[in-house]
């Protein structure tokens, strides 16, 4: 029997038959502002406070002193966490550490690349196995996409998830895919599991739902279930059911 290891998302795991597979790497997909990086952190936070699960977070937009002051709003003291070495963050910057490789070396973006992403895997890993983490958060995928090759896109994503299934964590990682987009993301297709958060409109209020698109050896729900961002963080409600039509967030600016 395979361990569950419990969302920390209240609701959730319901949908899911008790938690994520371990040891997989899900997929987190949403707009902006649908609640990614507060799911991911409330995942590692709780893993920390309640499970005792050392875990891992890795930045590719936010500065870590940014994340902390937001994630008070939710009573999350992950500066503590830190300072207790239950919790490690990593931040990088892909596209910087890339245009300086290019203008040392002047070499074709591929090679650039790949160096930076091989050097934040070595990182991630030895983070992992400093503090024994048991839960990995990686935010965002997006910002991995720095090549305007499609070709190398799909390359550097596919090496980077083979290469994060074997660390031994349960592994979230956030994309921003969009909501109407038709085309499937190759990391869709690559990650054990796919979860959706949508945020649409009824009656002029901005509603929240998340969906489970896919979850493999899991009987998870195929109905998508309201969410909420409250002061505790993000709340499933698996048994309360949704109403409304889909839009983009960019509708919402105009308010
Ligand atoms: N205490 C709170 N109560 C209700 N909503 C909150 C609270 N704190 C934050 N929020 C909501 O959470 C949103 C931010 O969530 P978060 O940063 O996790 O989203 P995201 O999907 O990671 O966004 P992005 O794609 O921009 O990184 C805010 O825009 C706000 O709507
Ligand atoms: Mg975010």
């Known amino acids: 029997m395979t361990r569950r290891v419990p969302s920390s998302i209240p609701g959730l795991d319901e949908m899911i038959e008790g938690g994520f597979i371990e040891n997989d790497v899900i997929l987190l997909t949403g707009p902006p502002g649908a609640g990614k ?6 995942y590692l936070y709780k893993g920390v406070t309640e499970y005792n699960e050392p875990g891992v977070y890795v930045t590719l937009e936010e500065s870590p002193a940014r ?3 937001n994630m008070w709003r939710h009573g999350w003291d992950l ?3 830190v300072k207790e070495n239950k919790l490690r963050i990593i931040r990088s910057n892909p596209i910087l550490y890339s245009k300086y490789i290019k203008e040392k070396q002047k070499t074709l973006s591929t090679t650039a690349e790949v160096a930076t992403i091989e050097h934040l895997l070595k990182e991630i890993y030895s983070n992992i196995k400093e503090i024994g983490a048991k839960r990995l958060f990686i935010d965002s995928l997006t910002s991995l996409k720095i090549s305007s090759d499609p070709v190398s896109v799909r ?5 980077f998830i083979r290469n994060v299934e074997n660390m031994d964590c349960t592994t979230l990682i956030t994309s921003e895919i969009q909501q109407h987009n038709a085309n499937f993301n190759v ?3 690559l990650c ?12 002029g209020n901005r509603n929240r739902a998340i969906e489970i698109l896919k979850m493999r050896g899991v009987k998870h729900k195929e109905t998508i ?7 505790d963080g993000i709340v499933v409600y698996p048994s309360e059911s949704v109403i409304g039509d889909e839009c983009d ?5 105009s308010f």
């Open 155 to 159: 390359h550097v994503i596919l090496e």
């Open 225 to 231: 279930h309201p969410y909420n961002i409250v002061d």
């Open 37 to 42: 990086s507060t799911f991911g952190i409330q």
């Open 67 to 69: 994340i902390m002051r």
């Open 187 to 189: 990391e869709e297709y």
């Open 79 to 81: 500066e503590r966490a």
């Open 249 to 253: 967030t960019t509708d919402f600016i």
């Open 192 to 203: 054990e599991g796919v979860i959706k958060m949508h945020v649409f409109r009824v009656s």
